[in-house]
């Protein structure tokens, strides 16, 4: 064992990119074993490695976790992304599950069919205007910080940036009217380990295609 997490999933971005963005982000590195056929994903939960019999999985500190908010709790607190005291825990979880229902919309995206994807990528637009973007321009201009909590980068920052990022894919001008926003991707977007993952070679996934699909809909049905 090299002492890196291990991550095993397929390879795409579902459930375990929002994990691979906050390791990178902690400038943490880590290794990928990636899913391929139905039979792995089998043996997995055959073998114990799966409490719920779902992925992802991620080995780290001798432990086997599942769970994909329980594994990123454990990330962010392990390297002081989880913000001072149980107050700032409480807004870093609240911004975090506002996002992660935003970010529902681009997972679910890529299995739409084809007749559907015009009016899903409307919804994902007119969800990210109305409802979640405004909430993060305003708690960036009320307090005047660069982070959305205690003045330090934390998860939610993490998290709000994989968003933007993500959403602007299907929606290029989302933030057009969103001048805080536009400040906030730009400084994060130019930390060191965000800058380093968001480069060609990182192990950051590229939108999912249709052999990705195909794959998922193989493995897990």
Not at 100 to 114: G, K, N, R
Not at 178 to 184: E, T
């Amino acid at each position: 064992m090299s002492g890196k997490p291990r991550l095993t999933y397929l390879n795409g971005r579902g459930r375990m990119e929002s994990i691979r963005w906050l390791l990178a982000a902690a400038g943490v590195e880590f290794e990928e074993v990636y899913l391929e056929t139905k039979e792995q994903y089998d043996k997995l939960i055959k073998d114990g490695f799966l409490l719920f019999q779902q992925v992802p999985l991620v080995e780290i500190d001798g432990m086997k976790m599942v769970q994909t908010r329980a594994i990123m709790s454990y990330i962010a607190g392990k390297y002081n992304l989880y913000g001072k005291d149980l107050k700032e825990r409480a807004l870093i979880d609240m911004y975090v599950e506002g996002i992660s229902d935003l970010m529902q919309m681009i997972l679910v995206f890529p299995f739409s069919p084809p007749d559907a994807k015009e009016k899903n990528i409307e919804s994902i637009k007119e969800r990210a205007t109305n409802r979640y973007f405004p909430v993060f321009e305003k708690v960036l201009k009320q307090h005047g910080q660069d982070f959305l909590v205690g003045n330090k980068f934390s998860w939610a920052d993490v998290q709000l940036t994989e968003a933007i990022l993500a959403v602007e894919e299907k929606v290029p001008a989302v933030l057009s009217g969103f001048p805080q926003l536009q400040v906030f991707k730009t400084k994060m977007s130019n930390m060191p380990t965000i800058k380093k993952f968001l480069q060609p070679g990182s192990p950051r996934k590229p939108p999912p295609d249709a052999h990705y699909v195909e794959t998922v809909l193989k493995i897990f049905k």
